[in-house]
DNA sequence: ATTTGACCTGTACTTAGCTTCAGGTGATAT
DNA sequence: ATATCACCTGAAGCTAAGTACAGGTCAAAT
């Protein structure tokens, strides 16, 4: 069985070889082996769970968590329950996440037709209430009637 | 023209007092005007824009780069294409953001209903190749056929 | 035979975004 | 009049997720 050494499995992974070995001492990394003169030997089995690890992170699961997810695995069978639950709350996470992102979004949208009108403009004053930098509700109840007649907002504020 | 203390802002916001003289001092607030102890007072005018910074900054926005945003808006009309460009770029940034989640909520929605039917099961090995833990492709097939069966990836981890 | 290169450990440093603390001011309540 | 409370500043401390560095081993190439 031909293994991979750790500058290897940086550069398949994209990875630096000290994140690595920060990984295998937060205890991502227990089931890598060493050769006799100590160093690391990652089996392709190995790879595939390195790789369950870099999606877990991608899902914005810590290091920490992680390391007990990795445990559990260690554990067997008994602890399916737990890695399921676990995968579960994560998925709650993932999708307020999501939900947020999405709402930041609509809000980056509005303010990118705010400044493209405002620059069509000149100033923003066409924005603004008299005498302040308050923005007008004008303004939003502008934005609000595109929308509503079927514009799409990610092309509303396109120059 | 009535106005808010440090500690009511902190309240109506949802922060923490620190957290506003921290963004203070980061350069978000230049616009805070002090009474003669010294002490903040936030107009409504401020509030607004204190809420801006908020929405930025659940956008994904570091604090540095808001505070970029901040200065161009004391500088007016000027900086208007500054700012929509800046808009700009976040959007991308948020849009590319949400794509990544979404993938790895397909990723744990997968293992979900792995570990679902392993519990079923009573046992992992369903899924793994003969003496390994590495995961047998006809596991992936198996999924991939159920999704491509109408079935939602949603449900299907559903205990 | 020695030098190069990849690996090893352990410790220190870094950045973002706060929080905590120590020491001080000024208005209000008792 | 004194105690309490909200506020102030500046400096130090904290966590996550690494990066950088110093000093050492070992196999391979010159």
């Given at each position: 069985?031909?293994?991979?050494?750790?500058?290897?499995?940086?550069?398949?992974?994209?990875?630096?070889?000290?994140?690595?070995?920060?990984?295998?001492h937060?205890?991502?990394?227990?089931?890598?082996?060493r050769?006799?003169?100590?160093?690391?030997?990652?089996?392709?089995d190995?790879?595939?769970?390195?790789?369950?690890?870099?999606?877990?992170?991608r899902?914005?699961v810590?290091?920490k968590?992680?390391?007990?997810?990795?445990?559990w695995?260690m554990?067997?069978?008994?602890?399916?329950?737990?890695?399921?639950d676990f995968?579960?709350?994560?998925?709650?996470?993932?999708?307020?996440?999501i939900?947020?992102?999405?709402?930041?979004?609509?809000?980056?949208?509005?303010?990118?037709?705010?400044?493209?009108?405002?620059?069509?403009a000149?100033?923003?004053?066409?924005?603004?209430?008299?005498?302040?930098?308050?923005v007008?509700?004008?303004?939003?109840?502008?934005?609000?009637?595109?929308?509503?007649?079927?514009?799409?907002?990610?092309?509303?504020?396109?120059k």
């Amino acid at each position: 069985m031909n293994t991979y050494s750790i500058g290897e499995v940086a550069r398949k992974m994209g990875l630096t070889v000290e994140a690595i070995r920060y990984y295998d001492h937060a205890g991502l990394l227990p089931f890598v082996k060493r050769d006799s003169g100590g160093r690391r030997r990652f089996t392709e089995d190995n790879m595939q769970l390195m790789q369950m690890i870099l999606d877990l992170k991608r899902a914005g699961v810590s290091i920490k968590e992680i390391a007990y997810f990795v445990s559990w695995r260690m554990d067997g069978d008994d602890s399916l329950g737990q890695r399921y639950d676990f995968l579960d709350q994560h998925e709650k996470n993932l999708e307020d996440q999501i939900q947020t992102l999405e709402k930041s979004l609509s809000y980056l949208r509005f303010k990118k037709w705010y400044y493209k009108t405002a620059l069509e403009a000149g100033t923003e004053q066409i924005h603004l209430m008299p005498d302040s930098t308050q923005v007008n509700p004008k303004t939003y109840k502008k934005y609000q009637s595109l929308i509503n007649s079927g514009k799409s907002a990610k092309s509303l504020g396109d120059k």
